[in-house]
């Protein structure tokens, strides 16, 4: 038999245990009913573009045939170089994410800016999203970057080079294949792209 101070004992902490787990389950329920609901996620809002209507290029990647087709579609684009690059460019990623698509890339991809810097450079910055949710793999990330550089030299001949940055800063791949660190060579791109037509 159990001497009855042990019994006592025993009590006492099923009683303490109960009631902690009790407290525990309140705490986290008060807590999950503070936290503000995740919104869902949607494109990117952009200002909207104002300026006359204008015929883009846009070179469009094909998950299945592992190729870019050339397609031609007509928007608003404005004066400025660097914006009339980033909404074309724009417009391509946002292809890419409605569905249906030929190609995916990450949800919430955009182009914060895009600059032209000298001797043929253009350095395009793009949110986390895009190299963050991108999806992993050479062919994926390949078209992905053939496309950006064939779509930016068929819309300005004056571009040869294209840097990458993601939120303003170097990357070394965009989701562990396709190389960022150095500036590509939008020529030979698009010469390749030409040669696989």
Same mark, same amino acid.
């Given at each position: 038999?159990?001497?009855?101070?042990?019994?006592?004992?025993?009590?006492?902490?099923?009683?303490?245990?109960?009631?902690?787990? #009790? #407290? $525990? #389950?309140?705490?986290? *329920?008060?807590?999950?009913?503070?936290?503000?609901?995740?919104?869902?996620?949607?494109? !990117? %809002?952009?200002? !909207?573009?104002?300026? !006359?209507?204008?015929?883009?290029?846009? #070179?469009?990647?094909?998950?299945?045939?592992?190729?870019? @087709?050339?397609?031609?579609? @007509?928007?608003?684009?404005?004066? &400025?170089?660097?914006?009339?690059?980033?909404?074309?460019?724009? +417009?391509?990623?946002?292809?890419?994410?409605?569905?249906? @698509?030929? *190609? +995916?890339?990450?949800?919430?991809? &955009?182009?914060?800016?895009?600059?032209?810097?000298? $001797?043929?450079?253009?350095? %395009?910055?793009? +949110?986390?999203?895009?190299?963050?949710? *991108? !999806?992993?793999?050479?062919?994926?990330?390949?078209?992905?970057?053939?496309?950006?550089?064939?779509?930016?030299?068929?819309? $300005?001949?004056?571009?040869?080079?294209?840097?990458?940055? %993601?939120?303003?800063?170097?990357?070394?791949?965009?989701?562990? *294949?396709?190389?960022?660190?150095?500036?590509?060579?939008?020529? +030979?791109?698009?010469?390749? %792209?030409?040669?696989?037509?």
């Amino acid at each position: 038999m159990i001497p009855r101070h042990l019994q006592i004992m025993a009590a006492i902490l099923l009683i303490l245990a109960v009631g902690l787990g #009790y #407290y $525990n #389950y309140r705490l986290k *329920h008060r807590a999950e009913r503070r936290q503000p609901k995740p919104a869902l996620a949607e494109l !990117p %809002v952009a200002p !909207p573009v104002s300026g !006359p209507t204008s015929t883009a290029t846009l #070179y469009v990647a094909d998950d299945k045939t592992g190729l870019l @087709t050339r397609s031609s579609v @007509t928007i608003p684009l404005p004066p &400025d170089s660097s914006e009339r690059t980033q909404q074309i460019l724009r +417009n391509l990623l946002t292809l890419y994410q409605t569905a249906p @698509t030929t *190609h +995916n890339i990450g949800e919430g991809s &955009d182009v914060k800016n895009v600059y032209f810097v000298k $001797n043929g450079l253009v350095v %395009v910055d793009f +949110n986390g999203a895009f190299a963050d949710k *991108h !999806p992993s793999g050479i062919l994926a990330e390949e078209l992905t970057v053939a496309s950006i550089v064939a779509t930016l030299r068929a819309n $300005n001949p004056q571009v040869e080079k294209v840097k990458f940055l %993601v939120e303003g800063k170097d990357r070394d791949t965009l989701a562990g *294949h396709a190389d960022l660190a150095t500036p590509l060579d939008a020529v +030979n791109f698009s010469q390749m %792209v030409k040669d696989l037509q």
